[in-house]
C-alpha cells in the first residue's frame, strides 16, 4: 500500500483564493512526522511546514496551513490568498518515528491564474 | 552555513560509463538520502545512510552503489550508466528523528544524462 498519496495530479487556483491540496497517508505507527515541499520549476525542494502525529493544533507558516484530521489520516496543505509565485509542484511527505526512510507522494501541480 | 551541496550539476555520459554523484553536508547530519526525480514525477529513493558507515537500499538501489565514510559526505555511484538512469538526482540530510526540526534538506540537485 501506498504511504502517501496524493490524488490531485493538477490543480488551477485563481490569485488571490486559497486552494487545498490533498494528502492522505497509511501508518501504523503511533507517532510520525507529515511535511509538506515545494518545487518550482527551477527545481529545488523547498520545504514549507511540518504536522507532528501529536500535535494538537493544525500547524500554520504564514499564508501555508495544514489541515490535519489524524483519524481520517489527511493532512491537506492549504495556501490562502494564492500568488503567481505558488505555481509549483507541491509534494505531501511522511517520517514514522521508528523508520529511517521520508516517503513522498507523486506530486500535485498548481497553477495559479492571474 | 552551505547546507547540502552536490557536484556537478549537470552531467552527460555515454552508455556503459561511470561516474560519482558528489554530496555533502555541513549541518552535522546523522542521516542521509540519495533520491532520483523523473520528468514529471514524484521522489524516488535510491540509498540512504543514518551515520558513518551505515548504508541501507531505498526503493530503486539497481545500478548504483554509496559510501559514507564520513558524517558529511555521501557520493552516489553509477556504474555502467544506461538511459534508464537519466533523471535529476537529490542528495538530502536530516537529524534523527520525528519532530518539526527534521526535516530534509536538500541539495540543489544533479541534471544527468545518458546518450
Known amino acids: 500500500a501506498q504511504k502517501i498519496t496524493q490524488t490531485q495530479p493538477g490543480m488551477f487556483v485563481q490569485e488571490k483564493e486559497a486552494v487545498t491540496l490533498d494528502c492522505t497517508y497509511d501508518t501504523s505507527d503511533p507517532s510520525y512526522g507529515l511535511f509538506w515541499y515545494k518545487q518550482p520549476s527551477s527545481g529545488e525542494m523547498i520545504f514549507l511546514i511540518y504536522?507532528?502525529?501529536?500535535?494538537?493544533q493544525n500547524a500554520t507558516e504564514g499564508r501555508y496551513s495544514l489541515n490535519f484530521q489524524k483519524a481520517r489520516k489527511s493532512a491537506n496543505l492549504v495556501i490562502s490568498a494564492s500568488q503567481l509565485g505558488d505555481s509549483a509542484m507541491y509534494f505531501c511527505a511522511m517520517r514514522e518515528v521508528t523508520g529511517n526512510q521520508f516517503y513522498f507522494g507523486t506530486g500535485t501541480s498548481l497553477t495559479v491564474i492571474p | 552555513n552551505a547546507g547540502v551541496t552536490q557536484t556537478p550539476k549537470f552531467r552527460i555520459l555515454k552508455i556503459g560509463q561511470s561516474m560519482t554523484l558528489q554530496c555533502a553536508q555541513d549541518?552535522?547530519?546523522?542521516?542521509m538520502y540519495w533520491y532520483r526525480q523523473d520528468p514529471g514525477m514524484g521522489l524516488k529513493l535510491i540509498y540512504y545512510?543514518?551515520?558513518?558507515?551505515?548504508?541501507d537500499k531505498g526503493e530503486v538501489p539497481n545500478g548504483y552503489n554509496v559510501s559514507r565514510s564520513t558524517t558529511e559526505d555521501f557520493p552516489l555511484r553509477l556504474e555502467l550508466a544506461a538511459p534508464s538512469q537519466t533523471s535529476v538526482y537529490f542528495c538530502a540530510s536530516s537529524r534523527t528523528g520525528v519532530s518539526s526540526y527534521n526535516e530534509q534538506f536538500f541539495g540543489p540537485g544533479t541534471r544527468l544524462t545518458v546518450l
Open positions: 545512510s543514518v551515520g558513518a558507515g551505515i548504508t
Open positions: 549541518m552535522n547530519h546523522n542521516y
Open positions: 504536522q507532528g502525529s501529536y500535535d494538537q
